[in-house]
């Protein structure tokens, strides 16, 4: 409990790497040494990937730091035993690549690079020296356990005695509901299309005549609740994942352009 209350304190003080990182073992697997500021370190990942700010909920990332840690625990002891299978071979390029993916969906999430590095508290170069190994070791991991389960079959009866065996200690989960929907394509009138076109033509002589800044009006105008609390940005995102329309003319577009 002690160390719970320290965490939360270096971390009020210190967010996201801000004093360096907190030395100490936090525990020992066969041959690995598990640091506190490497549990520190993935926990402020997931904190980030689940939109928990610890400095207002401390208690929340407190259980996310002990999650963590028994996370990592339980992977040293798998990957103690599936370092010893002749059969994974993981190459360096696809630990590269899994790296980069990795590094690009948490740059997703902060909104753009530099709140990234930012919240990290390092250089792009120390996040990829400092995670290599532990991707690495992640798909170790992942293709060992693929390897123990891929033949597995377990039946409905198996499943249903499962339940009825440990049921007790099952969680419960709240209701669930299936909605059905009648969709009725539609096409705007003229008069819409002219009003909309127009709309969009005052913006863009606000900003290119009268001065006025792209995210000031798309706070003011935008109706997407996602996007204009932070001046329309979308941050990085993949080609293809927005609408093609759109995408077709952005990527055709200048730096710095205004269609």
């Given at each position: 409990?002690?160390?719970?209350?320290?965490?939360?304190?270096?971390?009020?003080?210190?967010?996201?790497?801000?004093?360096?990182?907190?030395?100490?073992?936090?525990?020992?697997?066969?041959?690995?040494?598990?640091?506190?500021?490497?549990?520190?370190?993935?926990?402020?990942?997931?904190?980030?990937?689940?939109?928990?700010?610890?400095?207002?909920?401390?208690?929340?990332?407190?259980?996310?730091?002990?999650s963590t840690l028994n996370n990592i625990i339980n992977q040293y002891a798998v990957l103690s035993v599936a370092e010893k299978d002749t059969n994974i071979i993981i190459s360096n390029d696809e630990v590269d690549r899994a790296l980069n993916q990795q590094i690009d969906d948490f740059i997703l999430k902060a909104g753009s690079e530099k709140l990234f590095l930012e919240m990290a508290g390092m250089s792009m170069r120390q996040i990829k020296a400092d995670y290599w190994q532990d991707i690495r070791d992640m798909m170790i991991l992942e293709r060992y356990q693929y390897s123990k389960i891929q033949n597995v079959d377990v039946s409905r009866v198996e499943v249903l005695h499962f339940f009825d065996s440990f049921k007790d200690s099952i969680p419960r989960h709240p209701e669930k509901y299936n909605f059905s929907i009648i969709e009725i394509p539609f096409s705007p009138?003229?008069?819409?299309?002219?009003?909309?076109?127009?709309?969009?033509?005052?913006?863009?002589?606000?900003?290119?005549?009268?001065?006025?800044?792209?995210?000031?009006?798309?706070?003011?105008?935008?109706?997407?609740?996602?996007?204009?609390?932070?001046?329309?940005?979308?941050?990085?995102?993949?080609?293809?994942?927005?609408?093609?329309?759109?995408?077709?003319?952005?990527?055709?577009?200048?730096?710095?352009?205004?269609?």
């Open positions: 409990m002690f160390f719970n209350r320290f965490v939360v304190v270096v971390f009020l003080v210190g967010m996201f790497f801000s004093q360096g990182k907190v030395d100490g073992v936090a525990a020992i697997v066969g041959n690995s040494v598990i640091l506190h500021s490497d549990v520190l370190q993935q926990s402020q990942f997931v904190a980030m990937e689940r939109r928990v700010d610890p400095s207002k909920n401390p208690y929340l990332f407190e259980q996310i730091y002990v009138g003229d008069a819409s299309r002219t009003k909309a076109f127009d709309f969009l033509n005052m913006l863009k002589d606000e900003i290119q005549i009268k001065g006025a800044s792209f995210d000031s009006l798309a706070q003011l105008y935008s109706h997407d609740p996602g996007s204009a609390p932070v001046g329309g940005r979308l941050g990085f995102t993949h080609r293809g994942v927005l609408v093609k329309e759109y995408e077709e003319v952005s990527y055709a577009m200048e730096v710095g352009e205004i269609s």
